[in-house]
């Protein structure tokens, strides 16, 4: 096997690679979006890839074809710290050695000019790729996941003293307070999440700021006139990390779901879920998606509950 830096020359066959490894993510998760089978739309994708900052791709061959291919890129690194994505669509290989050779060549350059973080988004349903990845020393991070709007018979039954309703502007300072809950949660074991708490009053500010904001519909679960538990519905669309081939065509989003320390493990998480849930059927969405970090283990339980499957885990290896 050879690897060498990608070319514009290769771009059709890693194409050809996406679009087949995407067909067979398709045939065990139906609800991802068929257009990716094309290798004219897994082409742009890559494209868009290498178009951006920081990329460096290399590429596989065997016997005079081309075998895998892998683009790392750089992100944020307030948030992520010094490091390389592989994205959704930054890799797919024949076979798993091809990508322990692809990762191995890469990773030399990348590591010999920066000490970094890297981070691989697979196909949750892909064994093969995913072992693969395991045996170069990544672990799993994050879970994107997805399932279909309930049909049209499906109703919240939350517990009688539990209502379920849209937020007022009154509701503020309790929105701000729950809107506190993950990045409190995030600290703790066996998350120890290091990114920084933002000051309350801040946090109502931009709450307040974009209250009328159309795109996004914010749910309170209320327990004797008290709001326990809040949920933020929109459009996957408005997600930032569920890009590329992690979109379905069309899918709502259960970006943000909170409820008080005191108030969990009594079905208020699932009554914010199964309203997220409504809304999306109700707005016109065949799928609804969402994600969560897998340390996060009342969320991974939550989410699982409710019918979510995972379509792509997000992968971390630290080389610092
Ligand atoms: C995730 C969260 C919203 C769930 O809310 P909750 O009110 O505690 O959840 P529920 O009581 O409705 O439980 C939902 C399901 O998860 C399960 N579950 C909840 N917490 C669990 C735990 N700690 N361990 C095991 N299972 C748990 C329940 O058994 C239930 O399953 P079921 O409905 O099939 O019985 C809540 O834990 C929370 O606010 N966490 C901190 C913030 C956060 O993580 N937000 C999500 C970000 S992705």
């Not at 596989?60 to 291919?69: E, F, K, T």
């Not at 327990?223 to 709502?252: F, H, Q, T, W, Y």
């Not at 009594?266 to 065949?286: F, K, N, T």
Request: aromatic share 8%.
């Amino acid at each position: 096997m050879q690897v060498r830096p990608f070319e514009p020359v290769d771009l059709d066959g890693a194409a050809a690679l996406l679009a087949e490894r995407h067909r067979r993510h398709r045939a065990a998760e139906p609800l991802l979006d068929p257009a990716f089978e094309e290798p004219v739309d897994a082409r742009r994708e890559i494209e868009e890839l290498l178009a951006g900052d920081a990329a460096a791709g290399r590429v596989a061959h065997r016997g005079g074809s081309l075998v895998g291919y892998l683009v790392g890129i750089s992100k944020d690194r307030e948030t992520w710290g010094t490091n390389v994505w592989i994205e959704s669509a930054g890799h797919a290989a024949a076979d798993p050695d091809v990508v322990r050779a692809l990762y191995a060549d890469a990773a030399a350059v990348w590591v010999e000019s920066l000490p970094a973080n890297h981070y691989v988004v697979v196909p949750a349903t892909d064994d093969e790729l995913m072992a693969a990845w395991f045996g170069l020393d990544f672990g799993q991070q994050h879970v994107h996941a997805v399932r279909e709007a309930p049909p049209a018979s499906f109703g919240i039954v939350p517990r009688a003293e539990l209502t379920i309703r849209p937020a007022r502007r009154a509701d503020l300072p309790a929105l701000a307070e729950l809107e506190l809950v993950l990045p409190r949660h995030s600290q703790g074991s066996p998350i120890f999440s290091r990114l920084p708490i933002e000051p309350i009053d801040e946090v109502h500010a931009e709450l307040e700021a974009d209250f009328d904001d159309p795109r996004f519909t914010t749910l309170v679960a209320e327990v004797d006139g008290l709001v326990v538990g809040s949920a933020i519905a929109c459009s996957l669309g408005e997600s930032k990390s569920n890009v590329s081939l992690m979109r379905p065509a069309a899918a709502g989003f259960l970006g943000y779901a909170a409820v008080l320390p005191a108030a969990r493990g009594l079905g208020v998480g699932r009554a914010l879920g199964e309203a997220v849930l409504a809304w999306g059927r109700d707005a016109g969405y065949p799928a609804i998606a969402t994600d969560w970090r897998s340390t996060n283990l009342p969320a991974d339980a939550a989410w699982r509950a409710l019918g979510f499957r995972p379509t792509f885990r997000r992968l971390h290896r630290g080389i610092t």
